[in-house]
């Protein structure tokens, strides 16, 4: 499968912005979806993830009640509403991709997409 994620830029302290994930070349609905993200100088890490069907969803506690991960299976999208956002929410984001249950650890995931920048201004 392909991904091609889509929606970062520049926004301010406390704005919002909504990452798309593209899905091709395979049937979506049987992947679960990954958000991850990557700061200068640090690991990538997990943000959230949407199981197949949309039946489990995780946050990292670094964004729950802020971020909210969503599936639009009939479009082969993932989304990532990201609201309140802070500038440690700086980062490279990247969409992966894993056979149906999201997992914590991106070595597990197969499939990436190529990351979309965002960058929170104080």
């Known amino acids: 499968v392909q991904l091609q994620a889509s929606g970062g830029g520049l926004v301010q302290a406390g704005g919002s912005l909504r990452l798309s994930c593209a899905a091709s070349?395979?049937?979506?609905?049987?992947?679960?979806m990954g958000w991850f993200r990557q700061a200068p100088g640090k690991e990538r890490e997990i943000v959230a993830g949407?199981?197949?069907?949309?039946?489990?969803?995780y946050y990292a506690d670094s964004v729950k009640s802020r971020f909210t991960i969503s599936r639009d299976d009939a479009k082969n999208t993932v989304y990532l509403q990201m609201n309140s956002l802070k500038p440690e929410d700086t980062a490279l984001y990247y969409c992966?991709?894993?056979?149906?249950?999201?997992?914590?650890?991106?070595?597990?995931?197969?499939?990436w997409g190529q990351g979309t920048l965002v960058t929170v201004s104080s």
């Open positions: 992966a991709a894993r056979s149906y249950h999201y997992s914590l650890e991106s070595r597990e995931y197969g499939y």
């Open positions: 949407i199981n197949w069907g949309g039946g489990g969803i």
């Open positions: 070349g395979r049937t979506f609905s049987g992947y679960a």
